[in-house]
């Protein structure tokens, strides 16, 4: 089992650049969530998927973000313009519906 | 007021003390608890549930009092490895359905 697996592990974008963050959740598993950890506000969950459709979006700060999940391996956040104030560690997790949560290893995502 | 809510700490203690960590929440409605550990610049990883007649894991016991809306971790003969940061987390449905809130963390460092 490979794990959640997320890419960029890093990514340095210039503000008002369109960033696309991506995760390949376990498979079998039937939640995804998207959650933005910085130092001021710690782990915040963003939106969460069952069964690829979203359930809650309310964590999701403002219309410049945008997640979706086409298909159960594979889900994106978009963040479309970037600005300074979005950078933070982004990690997903995916998880069974009986089972425990399973982190990615997160995106360092820095806009200057 | 935060829902999840932690003294960040540091507590810095030195190996084979025993050290406590408390966290409230606000939501009388959660029904599941948990405490995750976190490395530095690592994700999440769970550490044990919380139960409400209380737990042990080794040297690990937690404890939750539903009543204050209170949970704890105790760490007995503490290790250098045991270093990191330990969020409370708190679920909003039965077992690991919805979604699970994160406190902001209580960093610990062990020193020998």
């Known amino acids: 089992d490979a794990g959640v697996i997320q890419s960029p592990r890093h990514e340095v974008t210039e503000m008002g650049q369109e960033v696309t963050l991506r995760c390949k959740p376990i498979s079998g598993h039937d939640y995804l969530f998207w959650y933005r950890q910085t130092m001021m506000r710690g782990l915040e969950l963003l939106i969460y998927f069952n069964n690829n459709v979203p359930i809650d979006d309310s964590g999701m700060p403002e219309d410049r973000f945008s997640a979706k999940m086409p298909n159960a391996s594979f889900s994106t956040l978009k963040i479309q313009p970037s600005e300074p104030r979005d950078s933070a560690v982004y990690f997903c997790?995916?998880?069974?519906?009986?089972?425990?949560?399973?982190f990615g290893s997160g995106t360092r995502l820095t806009v200057v | 007021r935060k829902e999840v809510e932690q003294d960040p700490g540091p507590f810095n203690v030195p190996e084979g003390a025993t050290v406590a960590f408390n966290c409230t929440y606000s939501?009388?409605?959660?029904?599941?608890f948990f405490w995750y550990r976190q490395d530095c610049r690592k994700e999440p990883k769970l550490l044990m549930s919380?139960?409400?007649s209380g737990n042990e894991d080794g040297r690990f016991t937690a404890q939750l009092n539903r009543a204050s809306q209170y949970i704890s971790l105790l760490i007995r003969d503490s290790k250098l490895s045991d270093s990191a940061t330990y969020l409370c987390v708190v679920g909003r449905g039965s077992g690991n359905t919805g979604k699970l809130i994160f406190g902001q963390g209580t960093t610990l460092q062990v020193k020998p």
């Open positions: 997790a995916s998880r069974r519906r009986a089972g425990g949560y399973t």
């Open positions: 919380v139960y409400s």
């Open positions: 939501n009388s409605a959660s029904q599941s």
